[in-house]
């Protein structure tokens, strides 16, 4: 963390603006792509236990970023709009997806629609 004294509110605002907007960058799926922002492992326990690395399992679940606009239907050419909509939480494979960065160490994983295995209610 950076700390740096500004004296004027237009410097301030500028550099507020500059590094919120270089660390972030904005992703927008296409076709029938889902960006979604996978659950972070338990650590502890609710004893006060601290889980070892090694013993963490992968979290298959996750919560709806972006979605695509959706795909075309090979067939018929018409629109197929996507099942799941943001801010919605989903049930994924254990293995798959495309690890994405988006500079805020959060970790992002991009899927087609078919790879998704459930919605969570």
Same mark, same amino acid.
């Given at each position: 963390?950076?700390?740096?004294?500004?004296?004027?509110?237009?410097?301030? %605002?500028?550099?507020?603006?500059? #590094?919120?907007?270089?660390? !972030?960058?904005? %992703?927008?799926?296409?076709?029938?792509? $889902?960006?979604?922002?996978? +659950?972070? +492992?338990?650590? =502890? !326990?609710?004893?006060?236990?601290?889980?070892?690395?090694?013993?963490?399992?992968?979290?298959?679940?996750? !919560? $709806?970023?972006?979605?695509?606009?959706? +795909?075309?239907?090979?067939? !018929?050419?018409?629109?197929?709009? /996507?099942? $799941? =909509? $943001?801010?919605? =939480?989903? /049930?994924?494979?254990?293995?798959?997806? #495309?690890?994405?960065?988006?500079?805020?160490?959060?970790?992002?994983?991009?899927?087609?629609? +078919?790879?998704?295995?459930?919605?969570?209610?």
């Amino acid at each position: 963390l950076q700390i740096i004294c500004v004296h004027s509110l237009d410097q301030h %605002l500028y550099y507020f603006l500059h #590094t919120k907007m270089s660390v !972030t960058k904005r %992703l927008i799926p296409l076709l029938d792509r $889902v960006l979604i922002l996978r +659950a972070e +492992a338990l650590t =502890k !326990t609710k004893g006060g236990i601290v889980i070892p690395e090694k013993a963490q399992s992968k979290v298959l679940e996750g !919560t $709806v970023v972006a979605v695509g606009p959706g +795909a075309r239907n090979a067939q !018929t050419g018409a629109h197929v709009p /996507l099942a $799941v =909509k $943001v801010g919605e =939480k989903v /049930l994924l494979p254990e293995y798959g997806g #495309t690890k994405v960065e988006l500079g805020d160490s959060k970790e992002y994983h991009l899927f087609r629609e +078919a790879d998704i295995l459930a919605k969570i209610e």
